[in-house]
């Protein structure tokens, strides 16, 4: 199976642009998360969903916006990207049972 | 607020053991994680304890402490493969894991 798809692999977007993050699990997981991580910082969540139709927000949701139509993919959308939007973002889904995390590759966005 | 202290680097020699330690301070407690990153890659699973004591998989080991707010990963026999960041991370009482910054371990021949 693939576990967790991110697209793109890496971005460059013009401050002020839209773009919108991909994800999308083949592992039936309920529950999904966005995180960013930046160096010599702890990941950081943006934005979770418990499950299809519900999201909420995380530690850092400003700027952010995500939807959930369906179990298996969960988009994350910059609205109007600005420089400190620099990162790299991870997406997860989570066992139930366990509550074990497991990421996708991650998307390396850099904002200029 | 909410906290999650390891140190940022170690170095340790290939076949050799060593302990990364964790120290938290969270609201709530639902259990730690501890997972490994290698550099440019996701991070992957390796360990959950949610009871003191000692859980061994292989050559690695995690241990807890509720009371102290304390854990620690212990890594044996290390390989050249194991040079990678390792993130300790606690579940709160929101279930929501709060991540520390990582520990990046350097192994050398």
């Known amino acids: 199976t693939a576990g967790i798809t991110q697209a793109p692999t890496s971005q460059i977007l013009a401050a002020g642009r839209s773009m919108t993050l991909r994800c999308t699990q083949d592992?039936?997981?309920?529950?999904m998360y966005w995180y960013r991580q930046d160096l010599g910082l702890g990941l950081r969540l943006i934005h979770y969903?418990?499950?299809?139709?519900?999201?909420g927000k995380g530690e850092v949701p400003d700027g952010y916006s995500v939807s959930r139509a369906n179990t298996d993919d969960f988009p994350l959308t910059l609205a109007s990207a600005v420089p400190s939007q620099t990162s790299v973002y991870f997406c997860a889904s989570s066992e139930e049972g366990t509550d074990t995390q497991y990421f996708g590759p991650g998307t390396r966005l850099t904002v200029l | 607020g909410q906290n999650i202290d390891q140190p940022t680097e170690m170095t340790a020699t290939e076949g050799a053991i060593v302990q990364i330690n964790c120290t938290y301070q969270t609201s709530g407690f639902n259990g730690l994680f501890w997972y490994q990153q290698h550099a440019g890659e996701a991070p992957t699973f390796l360990s959950y304890n949610v009871l003191d004591g000692l859980e061994e998989k292989g050559r690695f080991s995690s241990f807890l402490s509720r009371s102290k707010g304390y854990s620690y990963l212990l890594l044996k026999e290390l390989q050249m493969k194991d040079s990678a960041s390792y993130l300790c991370a606690v579940m709160d009482s929101n279930y929501q894991l709060i991540w520390g910054a990582g520990t990046k371990l350097i192994i050398k021949p």
């Open positions: 969903s418990n499950t299809a139709g519900t999201t």
């Open positions: 592992m039936r997981h309920n529950a």
